[in-house]
């Protein structure tokens, strides 16, 4: 390991850590470069409201003075106050094909999380569920999906040569609008007539009203998403942070909020990819042109992600997820739209594995939470 070192960075060098995988994937013609300016924001700790409860360190790796890796660590404590555990994470991992390179940034990692009494280490979350997350472990034949991570093929094995086991498995699917089956569709639509005469009608998100409307997704989230593997309930700082982080890729042809009597009971909300117009952008930067493509383009894109997808426990098993994904299907069409992923899926989501593959769906990514005993 003589050679390599690595050192904990501050604000004045975030730049090198955003930037180190630009250099790491040059070439590769299915990496997307995060936008660097909302990446910035993410790891700024005046303007992330994550760091109003938690905090983190960032780490380089040098071997001969070039960056050969980089990771961050951190303690979550709402997390470990929400699931009452001790765990620390890890994120942002990425590194050259050299296993020393791995370990000492695990080290790293490990004993940071360690020294803040940490008796386990999970990852990568960057820096929570709420956030972009887990490693690519099948399906790197194909781009990312908007938001979704991408790595070489080596870091799985490389990770459990570290000594990292599994923790849980994550799906996308991928749904083609041509082959999604239109007696689904068909069912969907008489699942919708008995759902209004029951009160609960289902409608498009609307942009005019964002603040309030992004207020009301907020109260329902935590109840939608709290039995979930995983998952901590952002702060409303941190819901209105990522919303915001969301507003301008938003589309409203693809978003929509199940009402019962007034009460919102569910939504769902699909992004446009725009990961088809940043595949080519220069380092993630957002030149004039870029932004002009973002958009103007972004209701010109093939494909689509589902992102959220949520129904309080005491109206699921009604239909309300299968009308959602109708709907959606069913605005694809008319817009040209190629396919929707549905991701990601954890792998114990019975309802949303079945939902998704009576759409004939196809599971063709797979993605991983790494953990390991301290």
């Not at 990770?159 to 990292?164: A, W």
């Not at 699942?191 to 207020?215: D, P």
């Not at 507003?247 to 409203?252: E, L």
């Not at 117009?277 to 093939?302: C, D, E």
Request: aromatic fraction near 14%; charge should be positive; hydrophobic fraction near 40%.
């Amino acid at each position: 390991m003589s050679g390599i070192k690595i050192v904990e960075i501050g604000p004045k060098e975030i730049g090198k850590f955003i930037d180190f995988p630009h250099d790491l994937y040059k070439g590769d013609p299915n990496y997307v470069p995060e936008i660097y300016l909302a990446m910035k924001d993410h790891l700024n700790k005046k303007k992330n409201p994550y760091f109003k409860h938690s905090d983190a360190a960032f780490f380089l790796a040098f071997e001969n003075d070039k960056i050969v890796g980089r990771i961050a660590a951190t303690i979550n404590n709402n997390y470990n106050k929400f699931h009452e555990c001790n765990i620390g994470f890890f994120g942002f991992l990425d590194f050259v094909e050299n296993q020393d390179v791995l370990d000492l940034l695990l080290a790293t990692a490990e004993r940071y999380c360690k020294e803040k009494g940490a008796n386990k280490i999970m990852g990568p979350t960057n820096f929570s569920t709420n956030d972009t997350a887990t490693v690519l472990v099948d399906g790197f034949d194909a781009p990312p999906q908007v938001q979704m991570t991408y790595n070489y093929s080596y870091y799985p094995p490389m990770l459990e040569k570290s000594g990292y086991g599994k923790e849980m498995d994550f799906y996308a699917y991928l749904l083609k609008t041509s082959e999604v089956s239109d007696k689904s569709i068909q069912l969907s639509e008489r699942l919708y007539s008995r759902l209004q005469t029951r009160g609960i009608v289902i409608r498009k998100i609307e942009m005019k009203n964002w603040n309030k409307e992004v207020e009301l997704i907020r109260k329902i989230y935590r109840s939608a998403w709290e039995k979930n593997w995983g998952f901590v309930p952002p702060t409303d700082e941190e819901f209105s942070f990522l919303a915001e982080g969301l507003k301008m890729i938003f589309d409203d042809r693809f978003a929509y909020i199940a009402e019962h009597e007034g009460k919102v009971v569910g939504f769902a909300v699909a992004l446009p990819n725009i990961n088809e117009i940043m595949i080519n952008s220069n380092r993630g930067r957002l030149l004039p042109f870029t932004i002009f493509k973002l958009l103007f383009g972004k209701k010109k894109v093939k494909t689509v992600r589902v992102i959220l997808l949520g129904v309080v426990e005491d109206y699921r098993k009604m239909g309300i997820e299968a009308v959602f994904f109708a709907k959606m299907i069913q605005t694809a069409r008319a817009n040209q739209v190629f396919a929707g992923e549905a991701s990601w899926i954890l792998e114990n989501n019975v309802m949303m594995v079945k939902a998704a593959e009576n759409l004939n769906g196809e599971a063709y990514k797979t993605y991983r939470i790494y953990s390991k005993t301290l």
